[in-house]
């Protein structure tokens, strides 16, 4: 299993980045797919996720800035994120509750990482 992200980098406060995590390895079709991150000295925490169906779920902080979005065809998982703030600086990780081919049981996986970095 692999979830692979990328996408992240320098911006300025009020900017924009798209975040991108492929996959391989898991049923993506019903997986359900998130977003964490971690800044430094805090423990991760949830951003977004998305299910099998497409019902999103957002942290408060990032609600109306932040957008999840899957394609199934790419079997990748994005997150839009807009209007960036200093406190949006931390690395990102992929999140996935998924089963593997061939296995009935769901595992949680993730990605390695990538980060946002929001200068004010």
């Known amino acids: 299993v692999q979830l692979q992200a990328f996408g992240g980098g320098l911006v300025q406060a009020g900017g924009s980045l798209r975040l991108s995590c492929a996959t391989s390895g898991i049923i993506f079709s019903d997986a359900v797919m998130g977003w964490y991150r971690q800044a430094p000295g805090k423990q991760r925490e949830l951003v977004a996720t998305?299910?099998?169906?497409?019902?999103?779920n957002y942290a408060e902080f990032v609600k109306g800035r932040f957008t999840i979005s899957r394609d199934y065809a790419k079997r990748t998982v994005y997150l839009q994120m807009t209007n960036l703030k200093p406190d949006d600086t931390a690395v990102y990780y992929c999140?996935?509750?998924?089963?593997?081919?061939?296995?009935?049981?769901?595992?949680?996986?993730w990605g390695q990482g990538t980060l946002v970095t929001v200068s004010s």
């Open positions: 998305i299910t099998d169906g497409g019902r999103e």
């Open positions: 999140n996935a509750h998924a089963r593997r081919w061939g296995r009935s049981n769901r595992s949680t996986f």
